[in-house]
């Protein structure tokens, strides 16, 4: 891991694995534009679950130098709450149920992390799961990968506080055995009354099986970061989805390959498929929104929204 130069104007960091590919690099300058920031936006790539020492050296970073306004973090978020949280002098409840930490904001020389994927992603989910969708049909979850957006996911769409809309059953899958069990210590906290399947599923072919006795009118996850940070699908192309169901790629730019599975059935399935740029789009302004002290309105959010659409196009 590299450090950035000491900053010579107001800066946010993007701590992430290969971030000069996002197109938020693309979208920040004209944001920086609407927004009246005259700011920068600079990357800092770390490898997966890199040496505790790079995280801690980041928040450091980010924590001595008087113009470094704070940070969005994708991808090492569990790993950089695991290694750092005690250099911060503030945790939102959501970083500390979550134990995980997507944001890094500064106030008065104190640092502070949150966690705001719950928001994010609920924000994002809002947009395109019916009204009722799980009261009315009864569906079920499979989120496949047991990081932090899994868990974030998981969190808003088992809140109790949504009464009987709710799906009726949560899987996931994981290829490693210490992320399920953290999940699972962290949503007993959430909602422990949950029907939930935690697999180990090493092999793609573990996960076609499961998604094969998924009901119709479920959500199916893709939360692994296989096709953008590195290549690949967690299904083969053999898997089939569930009938009427909605299909979520977190991903939104790289192969996409999940995501393109689920296109080739869209029609024979009767599937929605849903990327992850409206993610993006929530994530980024929450997390812009934070780290500036700054409130963005419905009005403002919209027209952000149709400045980086217009970017992608």
């Given at each position: 891991?590299?450090?950035?130069?000491?900053?010579e104007?107001?800066t946010?960091?993007?701590?992430g694995?290969?971030t000069?590919?996002?197109s938020i690099?693309?979208v920040?300058?004209?944001?920086?534009e609407i927004?009246?920031?005259?700011a920068?936006?600079?990357g800092?790539d770390?490898?997966i679950?890199?040496p505790k020492?790079d995280?801690i050296?980041?928040?450091?970073?980010?924590?001595e130098?008087?113009?470094?306004k704070?940070?969005?973090?994708t991808?090492?978020?569990i790993d950089?709450?695991?290694?750092?949280?005690?250099?911060?002098?503030?945790?939102?409840?959501?970083?500390a149920i979550?134990q995980e930490?997507?944001c890094?904001?500064?106030?008065?020389?104190?640092?502070?992390?949150?966690a705001?994927d719950p928001?994010?992603?609920?924000r994002s989910?809002?947009e395109?799961?019916?009204?009722?969708f799980?009261a009315?049909?009864?569906g079920?979850v499979?989120?496949?990968?047991?990081g932090?957006?899994?868990r974030?996911?998981?969190?808003?769409?088992?809140?109790?506080?949504?009464?009987?809309n709710i799906?009726?059953r949560?899987?996931?899958?994981?290829?490693s055995?210490?992320?399920?069990?953290k999940?699972?210590d962290?949503f007993?906290l959430?909602?422990?009354?949950?029907?939930?399947?935690?697999?180990?599923t090493?092999?793609i072919?573990d996960?076609?099986?499961?998604?094969?006795e998924v009901?119709p009118?479920?959500?199916?996850i893709?939360?692994?970061?296989?096709g953008?940070?590195?290549?690949g699908s967690p299904?083969?192309?053999?898997c089939t989805?569930?009938?009427?169901?909605?299909?979520w790629?977190?991903?939104?730019r790289?192969?996409l390959?999940?995501?393109?599975?689920?296109l080739?059935?869209?029609?024979?399935q009767?599937?929605?498929?849903?990327?992850g740029?409206?993610y993006?789009i929530?994530?980024?302004s929450?997390?812009?929104?934070?780290v500036f002290?700054?409130?963005l309105?419905d009005?403002k959010?919209?027209?952000?929204d149709e400045?980086?659409?217009d970017?992608?196009?």
């Amino acid at each position: 891991m590299k450090l950035p130069e000491k900053p010579e104007k107001e800066t946010m960091y993007f701590i992430g694995v290969t971030t000069k590919q996002s197109s938020i690099m693309d979208v920040f300058p004209k944001w920086n534009e609407i927004l009246n920031l005259n700011a920068e936006l600079i990357g800092i790539d770390i490898d997966i679950h890199a040496p505790k020492e790079d995280y801690i050296k980041a928040v450091q970073f980010i924590r001595e130098h008087e113009r470094a306004k704070g940070a969005l973090v994708t991808t090492h978020k569990i790993d950089i709450f695991d290694a750092a949280w005690d250099y911060f002098d503030f945790l939102d409840p959501h970083a500390a149920i979550q134990q995980e930490l997507s944001c890094i904001s500064k106030k008065d020389n104190e640092v502070y992390g949150f966690a705001k994927d719950p928001i994010t992603s609920g924000r994002s989910m809002e947009e395109f799961i019916p009204e009722n969708f799980w009261a009315e049909h009864g569906g079920e979850v499979l989120i496949i990968g047991a990081g932090g957006s899994a868990r974030a996911i998981a969190s808003y769409l088992f809140d109790p506080e949504n009464g009987d809309n709710i799906p009726s059953r949560l899987i996931v899958n994981n290829r490693s055995k210490p992320r399920l069990d953290k999940f699972a210590d962290m949503f007993k906290l959430i909602n422990d009354d949950v029907n939930v399947e935690y697999n180990l599923t090493p092999d793609i072919e573990d996960n076609d099986r499961i998604l094969a006795e998924v009901k119709p009118y479920s959500l199916v996850i893709n939360a692994t970061g296989l096709g953008k940070d590195r290549p690949g699908s967690p299904l083969s192309d053999d898997c089939t989805f569930p009938e009427n169901s909605l299909v979520w790629e977190l991903n939104y730019r790289g192969g996409l390959k999940f995501m393109h599975q689920a296109l080739d059935q869209k029609e024979e399935q009767n599937l929605y498929v849903e990327d992850g740029w409206k993610y993006f789009i929530h994530g980024w302004s929450e997390h812009i929104s934070e780290v500036f002290d700054i409130e963005l309105t419905d009005e403002k959010l919209k027209v952000l929204d149709e400045a980086a659409s217009d970017l992608k196009k």
